[in-house]
């Protein structure tokens, strides 16, 4: 089992997640909709990886997820700073694949 982290961004719905998954040089490894249950995330998530540090956008809600995926499951999770968080609703490319790819991002890069 390798011990290079994974960097997850989460955006976060009260029906669903967006996940994306980056590698430590940025490669997109993963990014797909799941239920949310942070079994479910976390359970996607593992194939990449066991060392997870994730971003998810503050939210109502997120918190409760957040605490799960860092309690039960082990996760270094961070919300995302929300000066940066507000700014991605106005980008042009506002997606939820592309919002989870910036949390991603925003969290490996630090």
């Known amino acids: 089992m390798t011990t290079v982290p994974v960097f997850v961004g ?11 998954v ?8 993963g990014n797909k909709p799941l239920p949310n249950t942070a ?8 194939r990449f990886g066991p060392r997870i540090t994730a971003a998810i956008e503050a ?3 997120a918190a409760h997820l957040a605490d799960e995926l860092a309690g039960r499951f082990g996760w270094d999770i961070r919300q995302g700073h929300p ?28």
Do not use: E, N
């Open 39 to 46: 079994a479910a995330v976390d359970a996607f998530v593992r």
């Open 59 to 61: 939210c109502p809600g």
């Open 83 to 110: 000066g940066f968080v507000a700014r991605m609703r106005q980008s042009p490319d506002k997606t939820d694949w592309a919002d989870a790819r910036v949390l991603a991002d925003l969290v490996r890069v630090g």
């Open 22 to 29: 980056l590698s430590a040089t940025g490669q997109v490894l």
């Open 10 to 20: 989460l955006d976060y719905h009260s029906k669903a997640i967006q996940v994306c």
